[in-house]
């Protein structure tokens, strides 16, 4: 409530874009529930982009506030000495600065304003197509594009996940990086919620595991590699994780074996993005949400076990690019359907299956002989090798204008084998 009253006092107002840059903290959660209180759009921004990305996105999406931590602060030196920036407050919350206001005395400030208040004045958000926060697109396809999401999608996920029969009285960990769109869009469901929230910066499997020990952590939400680490090195032989009664995934496939091995450590149950998980698919399409497959070549679409591209539509759908009608254009068709991008199928079961991005599938052979190849198809069939940890599979031009398909493995503790011998495994 400080922090909200003293960003008014500041000249915050309904048509200001906070960005937000800092890896995930207590002062960083506490500004972004601030901005949520006065009914302001923000927009994060990751602390793993570099100079030229932070000014880019600052430029383009227009933002005119920056709220950031000491470690990123010299990455916005270039709008900051500029003096036709549109940057007109920026926050530091941590540590001290000479020359911009902190955390501390931005707090220190709403006490002395904000405390005969009754409530915080806000902006009322008059319709759910209004904007809550901007978010830059990964850029794994091309250039990244400022979307913009709608109120409509936060409340979906609400009822999305009330739906679900939350238990407000459980303990979560929230490893969701702040800075990317998974935490933008949970961080506001899991305070709504309830329950006690362990915030992590922190990600490293050890200090994982003896957090979920030491404060009995019902739920977590882990990224593959993680999971993965966790189960091949023995953590759960190590670290008492019996109080884990829900794991999340997704952002990359979960391997069968593993979510296999995680269940035989404690019976979890696995959703992915809200949708229910069973091994080797990403779930069902959830509430609200129209997907199909269209044939790569003609168009049509396919039934089921055909791949294809996906199309969705729905009430979780981006309302569109800030500053780019002509991309938003190319992505989304006349009737509504956003195309993907991803290749793959449903089954009988309508359990959806992704078997690759359209841009990472490699052209292998010569002339008119060659075929389309899935690197990822690949790399889950690498893996089935017992001395292969993880892998990558990537394209190498030939003078064909082709591609050769190139492994990059780390073996598996313990385990040596052959270059030769993988090919044999492969070929």
């Known amino acids: ?18 960005a937000f840059c800092g890896v995930n903290s207590i002062q960083h ?46 990455k916005f030196s270039a709008i900051l000495n500029d003096k036709n920036s549109e940057l007109k407050l920026v926050v530091v919350f941590d540590g001290l600065h000479d020359r911009h206001i902190t955390y501390e005395q931005l707090r220190d400030e709403g006490q ?34 400022c979307a913009i999401v709608p ?13 679900a029969g939350v238990n407000v009285n459980a303990i979560s960990a929230f490893m969701s990086p702040l800075g990317h769109i ?15 929230m362990v915030m992590f910066a922190n990600r490293q499997p050890d200090f994982v595991a003896q957090c979920i020990q030491k404060y009995q952590i019902n739920s977590v939400m882990l990224y593959p590699n993680l999971g993965k680490h966790l189960v091949d090195h023995g953590y759960f032989d190590r670290y008492d994780m019996s ?12 391997p069968v074996d593993i979510a296999r091995a995680f269940i035989d450590k404690y019976g979890v149950i696995f959703r992915e993005a ?11 399409v959830i509430p609200g949400t129209e997907l199909k497959v269209v044939d790569l070549t003609t168009g049509k679409v396919l039934g089921p076990n055909q791949d294809g591209e996906f199309y969705v539509r729905g009430v979780n759908m981006i309302r569109g690019y800030k500053n780019n009608d002509k991309a938003w254009a190319e992505a989304v068709d006349r009737e509504g359907w956003f195309r993907t991008g991803d290749i793959g199928h449903y089954d009988d079961r309508q359990c959806i299956f992704i078997t690759d991005r359209m841009k990472e599938v490699m052209r292998v052979g010569v002339g008119q002989s060659y075929a389309n190849i899935s690197p990822v198809e690949i790399e889950q069939y690498l893996l089935t090798h017992p001395s292969i940890a993880e892998v990558v599979v990537v394209g190498v031009n030939n003078k064909a204008g082709t591609h050769r398909p190139r492994a990059y493995v780390v073996l598996t503790p313990g385990h040596s084998v052959t270059a030769t011998a993988i090919e044999e495994f492969v070929s």
Do not use: W
């Open 274 to 284: 809200t949708s229910e998980y069973n091994p080797g698919n990403c779930g069902q």
């Open 1 to 18: 409530m400080n922090i909200a009253v003293a960003l008014l006092n500041r000249g915050v107002n309904s048509s200001s874009l906070v």
């Open 243 to 254: 109080s884990l009664k829900m794991v999340f995934t997704g952002a990359a496939a979960f």
């Open 151 to 163: 109120h409509r999608v936060i409340l979906n996920n609400f009822n999305l996940v009330n739906s």
């Open 112 to 145: 002395r304003f904000g405390g005969k208040l009754a409530k915080v004045p806000h902006f009322k958000v008059e319709s759910v197509e209004e904007t809550v926060f901007l978010i830059h697109t990964s850029g794994t396809s091309g250039a990244p594009k």
């Open 182 to 196: 998974s935490g933008a869009n949970t961080l506001p469901l899991q305070l709504a919620f309830g329950g006690t």
């Open 29 to 74: 959660t506490i500004f972004i529930v601030a901005i949520h209180l006065l009914g302001v759009t923000f927009m994060p921004l990751s602390p793993s982009y570099g100079q030229y990305e932070v000014v880019q996105q600052i430029k383009v999406s227009g933002a005119d506030i920056l709220v950031c931590s000491s470690n990123e602060l010299s």
